[in-house]
T-cell receptor, first 116, second 115 residues
Framework: GAGVSQTPSNKVTEKGKYVELRCDPI?????LYWYRQSLGQGPEFLIYFQGTGAADDSGLPNDRFFAVRPEGSVSTLKIQRTERGDSAVYLCASSLTVGGWKDTQYFGPGTRLTVL | DQQVKQNSPSLSVQEGRISILNCDYT??????FLWYKKYPAEGPTFLIS?????DKNEDGRFTVFLNKSAKHLSLHIVPSQPGDSAVYFC??????????????FGKGTLLTVNP
């Protein structure tokens, strides 16, 4: 079956602009996650959705970052007033459930965001 | 402060030999550990995991060892193959703390297996 897909694969924007990054999870997966991977670092947790609601957004760096998942499937990560420090690969993952014993998170290929 | 540390940025081994990748952690609440493999331009792919109630888990050529007292885990690949060349990430989560969904990753180790 299809894995996690993310669009666009690359996004170049100018400082101060608004961007949206999209994630299509594996069909039937109720849990969805966003991570950010900066150069030379491992992925860092941003936010976790169970269904439509954001169950934990403690990893979002500030209020310029926001994510939604209105129908419990596709999710959009939104970044306002982008800064050069936002440049990173944004990874989305999904899992069948959460609460079961350690559901495996399956990652998409990521969106590489470059803020000029 | 890095809670999961992979102190070797890179490792090079010969095909057919053993690859040993190491990982240390500082958070005693971590009770579940995973290894992910990542090829360029792809997302991380789950490889193998281990719960803190075990000290070893094996899956084919891959074995993960956990030493809780030392807060150390390692991934052994035997025999190594050129297709194993990738970046390997160690990750951990704290299920008993109610945040088993939140993975904390190390910086990764680039493994190169030479033919």
């Amino acid at each position: 079956g299809a894995g996690v897909s993310q669009t666009p694969s690359n996004k170049v924007t100018e400082k101060g602009k608004y961007v949206e990054l999209r994630c299509d999870p594996i069909s039937g997966h109720t849990a969805l996650y966003w991570y950010r991977q900066s150069l030379g670092q491992g992925p860092e947790f941003l936010i976790y959705f169970q269904g439509t609601g954001a169950a934990d957004d403690s990893g979002l760096p500030n209020d310029r970052f926001f994510a939604v998942r209105p129908e419990g499937s596709v999710s959009t990560l939104k970044i306002q007033r982008t800064e050069r420090g936002d440049s990173a690969v944004y990874l989305c993952a999904s899992s069948l459930t959460v609460g079961g014993w350690k559901d495996t998170q399956y990652f998409g290929p990521g969106t590489r965001l470059t803020v000029l | 402060d890095q809670q999961v540390k992979q102190n070797s940025p890179s490792l090079s081994v010969q095909e057919g030999r053993i690859s040993i990748l190491n990982c240390d952690y500082t958070n005693s609440m971590f009770d579940y550990f995973l290894w992910y493999k990542k090829y360029p331009a792809e997302g991380p792919t789950f490889l193998i995991s281990i719960s803190s109630i075990k000290d070893k888990n094996e899956d084919g050529r891959f074995t993960v060892f956990l030493n809780k007292s030392a807060k150390h885990l390692s991934l052994h690949i035997v025999p190594s193959q050129p297709g194993d060349s990738a970046v390997y990430f160690c990750a951990a989560s704290a299920g008993s703390g109610g945040s088993n969904y939140k993975l904390t990753f190390g910086k990764g180790t680039l493994l190169t297996v030479n033919p």
